[in-house]
């Protein structure tokens, strides 16, 4: 084992949330380390191959903003594309949507997390989190290609986006009895769309379903009946589904990325048969196969479908989140879709970035406490870059003054939050109905 090292702020997982988390850390003056088991940052954004954070909007006014927001649109301008205009927002919400380029992206990760001075491991898993003997802290094992190593930190971060340090430290997580299927996303070329037959390619792929060779799902989001027309326009991109398997472990994740795989290698091998698809390419496929949900910690708080319709603004409200309920349902297929009444805005209280029965322990992305029908929502990018900065300034806070997270005055966590550039509750007009804090 080697040598104990010590941090304030031990980040794992440098994904959406997590470089947003051990970004605001650092520069609030904390001495961080960021774990992440890939070779890149970004997570869903850029190895799950889901490009396209949102949203930042609401109504056509910014709720969302910070350091999520200063990447993201650093990379549309580096990149030299442009924002969607955000005061027409009367039409599809992925409309409103950023499209970022996954490799300037992670670069931008980099950047921002080397300037803020973080320590960062790539390749490396947390293997084990303990509470510390003495002392208020956690005594944190990780595996690294050398080995296992020891570090001790003040507050922890868990940005895994499964809960795996909460439950690692025995904290309690919640595991639904069903979860949303994935998605991997992959950019295929070779063909021109307008000049196929789909609906010849629809009735041999139906063909082959029924001959229990391929799957609908292999190529869209229905159950019922085949639908290759959005995969070719779509070129590939989060156009399929992979059921039942909750990748929220190693056993998980490996099962989940042979049969998404498989399903993408079997419907490669039909498409070439089909004409006009003999050149089809498989250009890139996402390193990763996209995870919609696997599990929640159960929280101080939890955030249920009817808080967030009704945007309830909590009294710990740490930031604003905007989304449709948009459940990709694991059986019979399709989507369960409902868009907020107009005006409507949810907050998430701090109480569901923290385990219940924790001290000196923060969550942050799409694993804090939720009902599967407020996750379905709140799990979108800028939402968990949003809970990121939160988590970030707040366990900065926690390392400085030893105050737990939990009775750090809210007034403290906005002042920090203001600096650095996020948006906090109140800050935006009010746009719904406020109610008594509980
Ligand atoms: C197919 C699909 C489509 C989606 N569509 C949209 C959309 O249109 N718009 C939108 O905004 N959102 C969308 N989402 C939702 C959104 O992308 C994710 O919910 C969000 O990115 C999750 O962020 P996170 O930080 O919680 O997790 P992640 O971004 O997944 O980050 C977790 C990070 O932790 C690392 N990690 C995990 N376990 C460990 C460990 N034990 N040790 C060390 N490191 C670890 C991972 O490698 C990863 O880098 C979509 C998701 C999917 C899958």
């Given at each position: 084992m080697n040598s104990n090292e010590h941090c304030d702020v031990i980040v794992i997982g440098g994904g959406t949330a997590g470089v947003i988390a051990a970004t605001q850390a650092g520069r609030a003056g904390a001495k961080v380390l960021l774990v992440e088991k890939t070779g890149m940052l970004g997570g869903t954004t850029t190895t799950g191959g889901v490009n396209f954070p949102g949203l930042f909007h609401a109504w056509g006014r910014q709720v969302i903003a910070g350091i999520g927001w200063e990447l993201v649109t650093r990379c549309v301008t580096e990149t030299g594309g442009t924002l969607p205009d955000f005061a027409d927002y009367h039409r599809p919400h992925w409309q409103l949507q950023i499209r970022v380029n996954r490799f300037v992206y992670a670069a931008l990760c980099d950047e921002a997390v080397v300037d803020a001075d973080l320590d960062i491991l790539f390749h490396t898993m947390l293997a084990d989190i303990k509470p510390q003997r003495q002392g208020c802290g956690w005594q944190v094992t990780l595996c690294t290609k050398d080995g296992l190593a020891e570090w001790d930190a003040t507050v922890i971060i868990d940005?895994?986006?499964?809960?795996n340090a909460a439950a690692l430290a025995g904290l309690p997580i919640h595991i639904p009895d069903e979860n949303q299927p994935a998605t991997l996303s992959c950019q295929a070329s070779g063909y021109d769309p307008a000049d196929l037959d789909i609906d010849s390619i629809n009735h041999a792929f139906d063909t082959e379903v029924k001959a229990g060779r391929l799957l609908y799902t292999d190529a869209s989001w229905n159950t019922t009946g085949p639908n290759i027309g959005r995969w070719l326009t779509s070129r590939g991109i989060s156009a399929n589904h992979i059921h039942h398997?909750?990748?929220?472990?190693s056993e998980g994740k490996s099962r989940l990325e042979l049969e998404s795989r498989k399903s993408l290698l079997r419907l490669y091998r039909f498409l070439r048969q089909q004409a006009g698809l003999q050149?089809?390419?498989?250009?890139q496929v996402s390193p990763e196969c996209g995870v919609r949900e696997t599990a929640t910690i159960r929280g101080k708080r939890t955030v249920t479908v009817e808080d967030y319709q009704s945007g309830r603004i909590w009294d710990d409200a740490v930031c604003y989140s905007f989304y449709p309920i948009d459940l990709h349902k694991s059986s019979g297929g399709g989507l369960q879709m409902e868009p907020l009444a107009e005006g409507v805005v949810p907050t998430l209280p701090r109480g569901a970035l923290l385990p219940a029965g924790s001290s000196n322990f923060l969550v942050a992305g799409r694993c804090i406490a939720s009902d599967r029908l407020a996750n379905s929502a709140l799990r979108v990018q800028a939402t968990c870059m949003a809970t990121g900065q939160a988590a970030g300034a707040m366990a900065a806070l926690s390392a400085s003054t030893g105050v737990d997270p939990a009775e750090l005055p809210m007034a403290d966590v906005y002042a920090l939050l203001r600096e650095h550039g996020a948006i906090v509750p109140g800050d935006t007009p009010v746009f719904a109905k406020s109610e008594p804090s509980v």
């Open positions: 940005a895994t986006g499964d809960a398997i909750n990748a929220r472990n050149n089809l390419v498989i250009e």
